[in-house]
């Protein structure tokens, strides 16, 4: 963990210098994303993402099985999701019409960078 929040302020130092970025530009970049924080600490949304993480395309009905959640919450959920840029919705037409779920490279990196903060929160 430790070498983990190193390489965080390592790489924030790198930026601050040598991209001659003010710490006012760090400011408004961390303010564009309280949007994303928003959605990602509403419930079931990270456990969506890492459970497309985890078994990378899925179902609808897969989805629901494995999280246990219902329906309706499920399709608001992802279709929020989706809006935002985290999940691709990918429909196979015929009999039966299915529909899968996947990350997007912007959800595939907000898991991964979510990890440590995972870590870090639960020791």
């Known amino acids: 963990m430790e ?30 994303l309280e949007e994303s ?3 990602l600490s509403q419930k079931w949304n990270l456990e969506i993402l890492y459970a ?23 399709s608001d959920k992802l279709k929020s999701l989706k809006q935002h840029g ?10 039966p019409l299915r529909v899968e779920y996947s990350l997007t490279t912007k959800g595939r ?5 979510a990890l440590p903060l995972l870590y870090y929160s639960s020791s």
């Open 3 to 32: 070498r983990t929040l190193k390489g965080i302020e390592d790489t924030l130092q790198y930026i601050l210098e040598n991209h001659e970025m003010r710490f006012e530009d760090l400011k408004e970049a961390i303010q564009s």
């Open 37 to 39: 924080f928003s959605l």
């Open 52 to 74: 497309l993480f985890l078994k990378s395309t899925v179902g609808f009905s897969g989805l629901k099985k494995i999280l246990g959640i219902n329906s309706r919450t499920l």
């Open 86 to 95: 985290f999940v691709k919705r990918m429909v196979e037409h015929g009999p």
């Open 109 to 113: 990196n907000t898991v991964l960078l």
